[in-house]
């Protein structure tokens, strides 16, 4: 018999569905689905009870099959920060989004007017931010350019972006906002939907009087600007922004219309170190990377996931072994290994073959670093895999 | 007519070759060939210089095209540091492999072992790492399983790997590593082929003197290693290890017999940062994040090039605008952005729509972001792309 000649991947994953989790490969990203579920159906609990529309963070998971199902639960439609993203979207048939960020590149804009038009096709809705007059103008361009190509005409809705305390894109909040609308309103393919006002930095504050403070100083700034562009006679009809850490705040401050979470969904270990705001639903850690013990000593064990596997911008991943008497913390072991030491009084180092489970540091960019996503029902230690989720825009960083 | 209904991002790689630097979308990652060939003969002028075979690690490019073009350059094959890169190799017809890293999971021992049958009938060569008797052992079990379904035998090198300072994987220098040499001895598919010593902490100390320190005790522990295996009539073939910032002490040392460097290719701003040993090649950067500005203020713009688009765990890139009234540091923006301000007294931001490129920090899990890499000719600023190259291994982890 002649040995196999192509390396079977696919067989590995068409095969998975069904079985044990003890049959998933690793390292290997696994989505905990009860507890995803329960995440959604929580966030979708907390938008009805705040009368505010939920736009979840297509950057977090990067699948069109997680978009749907955010969209069945009550999502008006999704956010990415790519063009790319967007298209990989919109291949998917998910037709509301809106590019949370600046695009500004001529051949870029090109591809986003495209994108207006494939939406309109399917009566969805495109919309994007801009903070420059030179990113309205290139845009508008675009728009009009695909215009003459296209049968119908669309419409793309386009937010102001204020900086209200990231430090990074946006203008100033007030007067320099009002530009910027005028700037949109002259042109018929572009349509003021309203301002975008994101603080990133402040969902990691780690008291929830911290972020409440922080999120009172946003909605100052957004109240602010709203007054004086409505007083040049222009509706400011919706403000979107906050994410999972600080929204239970812009959710009180009645100024925020939509809401545009991503990590709800998985949880990292990051935003689970912050003091939890009594309102803010009670999110599980639903995504894992699965590694397993591949060397192991007295006094350390080292695990096959390093930082290849997951994403340590956020600090390092937390290690779940299921067993009350090895308790371990990781140590940054490279790219492709992790350190275990015992920890909170334990003293027991796994043995080589021991299969553990980590909690990335931060779930963006961990899930960008695989093609698919395994999802498991019934639990990490006795379930059984249920589907494959791919990550369809993995990489779509353009 | 009607507009497009699928995402070209292949006809965008395809129309590419052939064009000016300027028709790179951002961010996208970039070689420079000139300066990665001018490294390329560097490196192989060093192992002849100093006698020594050289065995780039292809976990850096994760490149079939580039595997072969090392080899076609002098190096006796290439080191990888998983399974599943490996079958990518042998996919792409790359049959001088070292896997320098413990496998210990059946299932992954079984394609390893169905690897070294494929390499066996290709007049190739496996190797691989091992610091437990377990490893061996279940690695000798899975080359027996395969070999009974194959029509001709394959032996595997294995390398005893011993912890020379890393404090991560193998064994300690001297008498443990005996008795496993003894245990592969016992299976006939499996060939004591030497040691493993690789000290990857050594090769960021950053003065020279500090880097021959270690290196000193990394080659003591190799000859007190060498020396209580051959006391028991065993010869130990050969020594492997080091990598591209240490690795002029391992060749002056006279006991490694080959050395592993990945990063000599592209070089990092990490490696950047070491004080240079006058016997060290002069490495160029010649991996390059392509971006541009989406964002312009008084003090700071904004680029389109986050940390999914570059690797962080060794530090921010640097960046080159080529002009001198330009100089700009990169600090972290998310995911999705960098923030830029001026820096080493210039006082210039860019603005919107400028292109600058980015040095990663850390070469290898940035090119592990990316399906594809832009080879240009003639220089960045004004060179023409010459082919793409795919990163045929890319998330290949496990």
Redesign the interface.
């Known amino acids: 018999?002649?040995?196999?000649?192509?390396?079977p991947?696919s067989d590995y994953l068409a095969q998975l569905v069904g079985q044990s989790v003890n049959a998933i490969?690793?390292?290997?990203l696994v989505i905990d689905l009860d507890a995803m579920k329960r995440n959604l159906g929580r966030m979708a609990e907390f938008a009805r009870k705040h009368d505010v529309r939920w736009r979840p963070h297509a950057?977090t998971h990067k699948s069109v099959q997680l978009a749907k199902l955010q969209m069945q639960a009550g999502a008006v439609g999704i956010c990415v920060?790519?063009t790319?993203e967007a298209?990989?979207m919109?291949?998917g048939g998910v037709y509301n989004i809106y590019i949370s960020?600046?695009?500004?590149?001529s051949?870029?804009l090109a591809r986003v007017a495209?994108l207006a038009?494939?939406i309109a096709?399917e009566n969805g809705q495109l919309s994007i931010a801009v903070?420059?007059a030179?990113?309205v103008n290139r845009l508008a361009q675009a728009m009009n350019e695909?215009r003459s190509?296209?049968?119908a005409g669309a419409v793309v809705d386009v937010f102001v972006e204020i900086d209200v305390g990231q430090?990074?894109?946006?203008v100033p909040p007030g007067k320099a906002a009002i530009a910027l609308v005028h700037e949109i309103r002259k042109h018929p393919a572009l349509r003021f939907a309203g301002l975008q006002a994101y603080h990133?930095k402040a969902q990691h504050l780690r008291s929830a009087q911290q972020r409440r403070d922080a999120i009172a100083i946003v909605a100052d700034d957004v109240i602010y600007t709203r007054r004086v562009i409505e007083a040049e006679g222009v509706p400011v009809d919706l403000v979107t922004g906050a994410g999972t850490g600080s929204m239970v705040c812009e959710a009180a401050s009645g100024v925020f219309g939509e809401l545009q979470p991503g990590s709800f969904l998985f949880m990292d270990a990051d935003y689970a170190q912050n003091e939890r705001d009594p309102a803010q639903p009670q999110f599980e850690h639903a995504l894992f990377v699965k590694t397993?013990?591949?060397?192991?000593r007295d006094d350390?064990a080292?695990c096959d996931?390093g930082?290849?596997?997951h994403?340590?911008?956020s600090g390092l991943p937390l290690v779940r072994a299921f067993d009350s008497e090895c308790e371990l913390e990781y140590f940054?072991?490279?790219?492709?290994?992790g350190?275990l030491r015992p920890a909170g009084g334990s003293r027991r180092v796994p043995a080589?073959?021991r299969m553990l489970w980590l909690i990335p540091g931060h779930c963006?960019?961990t899930v960008?670093?695989?093609?698919f996503m395994i999802g498991v029902a019934g639990g990490l230690r006795k379930g059984t895999v249920e589907r494959i989720i791919r990550v369809d825009a993995?990489?779509a960083?353009?």
Chains 1, 2 share one sequence.
């Open positions: 018999m002649k040995p196999p000649t192509k390396t991947v490969d690793t390292p290997g950057k920060q790519k790319a298209e990989v919109v291949d960020n600046e695009v500004v590149a051949p870029k495209a038009h494939r096709a903070d420059s030179e990113g695909a190509q296209a049968a430090g990074r894109c946006g990133g397993q013990v591949i060397s192991s350390h080292v996931a930082h290849k596997s994403a340590i911008d940054n072991g490279g790219d492709e290994h350190i080589i073959g963006d960019p960008n670093l695989y093609d993995r990489g960083a353009t």
